[in-house]
Every structure is written in structure tokens, then in C-alpha cells.
């Protein structure tokens, strides 16, 4: 079974520039998450998508952060502008909420360096 | 803020056993105790959780008190390829999970 992709890897952009990361999630799983890591720190919730619906978006900086999830399954997060402490990995993970306690399974990130 | 508390690291010898300890003394009752780890450069990835049951599966063991206010995961024979941050998590499948700084495991040889 496939993991959780996302593209790309990598991404180093100056600052005030947008930048935009995508994830696919593992076939068939119903919410999906992205996550912001900084260096040495565990990761945080940015937005919790279940289908097509955000459930918590509560973390997420909405005057310059955005996210979609097309028809339930891919998603992209946005940022515009990207500031220097947007410096982070983005993680997307997912999971398939079919009973009362479930995994959430994650993809490798996306290392953001903003100059 | 974390709910739970964590060592912030340990070493381990190879092949021997792991016991990372967790403290989650603010548990509710209907919340779960999850562990996942994170090695470098990659995503977090599950290892085990459980309720009030001690719990085994092919990656690690899970102990709980009986109080439910603290946990051990147990890595029965450490190899190099456990060096990861080891994350101690309680939550509900509804709520969102929150990771913490976790305790960094590192294998010796």
C-alpha cells in the first residue's frame, strides 16, 4: 500500500514570495492533517480536513496560510506571502476514522526555507 | 501546552531493552494513549496505543498503571534503527493529537 506523498521535498524561496506544498493521501482514508514542525519541536496542527470539510482550522494563520482538499482526497496548503518564520517542515498526514481510536499515518514533509 | 511529560532523552545499548516512561497524570477516561516516534529527516510514525490494557504488537510493548496516569513503552531489543524521538501522546480519535518535544532515544552500539 502506498504512504502518504508529498512534493516536493524541498522548497527554499525568498521572503514575500507564495509558495505551495500537496499531498496525497493514503487511498481511502477519510480526514487528512497538516502539520508545522519547527526545528526541535514536536509538530502542530494547522488544519484537520474530514472529506472535503476543515473541522479545525483554529491554528492555522489565515491572512497568509490557506489550505483545499479537492473532492475529499488531494490538498494543498498555501502560504503568500511566506515570512522568515515560516521556516519549517510541513507535514500532511492521514487516517481513516472507522472506529473510536485510529493512527494517523504521515508522509516525509516538506523542508520550507525562507530567505 | 503538552499534557503529557516525557524525559527530554536516553541512551540505550544494543539489543537491549528500551523502556522509554511517559507521565499523563491529567488523562480523562475516555482518552487513549498513543505512541509514535519520529526518525531524522522522516515523518512521524505509529508505533501503539492503548486504553487501560497493556498492549504488544510487532513493533513495541505497552504498559499502563493502573491508575492510568503513567506508561511505559518497551522496545524488547534495541537496534540502531530505534534512534528516533519517541513521542507519549493521550488523545480520542476525535481530538487532535498533540505531540510535544518527546524523548529522544538513542541506540549505542
Known amino acids: 500500500e502506498a504512504g502518504v506523498v508529498q512534493s516536493p521535498r524541498y522548497k527554499i524561496i525568498e521572503k514575500k514570495q507564495p509558495v505551495a506544498f500537496w499531498c496525497n493521501p493514503i487511498?481511502?482514508?477519510?480526514?487528512l492533517y497538516w502539520y508545522r514542525q519547527n526545528l526541535g519541536q514536536g509538530p502542530e496542527l494547522l488544519i484537520r480536513?474530514?472529506?472535503?470539510?476543515?473541522?479545525?482550522d483554529s491554528q492555522l494563520p489565515k491572512d497568509r496560510f490557506s489550505a483545499e482538499r479537492l473532492k475529499g482526497v488531494d490538498s494543498t496548503l498555501k502560504i503568500q506571502p511566506a515570512e522568515l518564520g515560516d521556516s519549517a517542515v510541513y507535514l500532511c498526514?492521514?487516517?481513516?476514522?472507522?472506529?473510536?481510536?485510529?493512527?494517523?499515518?504521515f508522509g516525509p514533509g516538506t523542508r520550507l526555507t525562507v530567505t | 501546552d503538552a499534557k503529557t511529560t516525557q524525559p527530554p532523552s536516553m541512551d540505550c545499548a544494543e539489543g537491549r531493552a528500551a523502556n522509554l516512561p511517559c507521565n499523563h497524570s491529567?488523562?480523562?477516561?475516555?482518552?487513549?494513549v498513543y505512541w509514535y516516534r519520529q526518525i531524522h529527516s522522516q515523518g512521524p510514525q505509529y508505533i501503539i496505543h492503548?486504553?487501560?490494557n497493556n498492549e504488544t504488537n510487532e513493533m513495541a510493548s505497552l504498559i499502563i498503571t493502573e491508575d492510568r496516569k503513567s506508561s511505559t513503552l518497551i522496545l524488547p531489543h534495541a537496534t540502531l534503527r530505534d534512534t528516533a524521538v519517541y513521542y507519549c501522546?493521550?488523545?480520542?480519535?476525535?481530538?487532535?493529537?498533540?505531540f510535544g518535544t518527546g524523548t529522544r532515544l538513542t541506540v549505542i552500539p
Open positions: 498526514a492521514s487516517s481513516l476514522e472507522d472506529r473510536v481510536a485510529y493512527e494517523q499515518y
Open positions: 487511498s481511502g482514508h477519510n480526514t
Open positions: 492503548g486504553l487501560k
Open positions: 491529567t488523562i480523562s477516561g475516555n482518552e487513549y
Open positions: 501522546i493521550e488523545g480520542t480519535g476525535a481530538n487532535n493529537l498533540f
Open positions: 480536513y474530514e472529506n472535503e470539510e476543515a473541522v479545525d
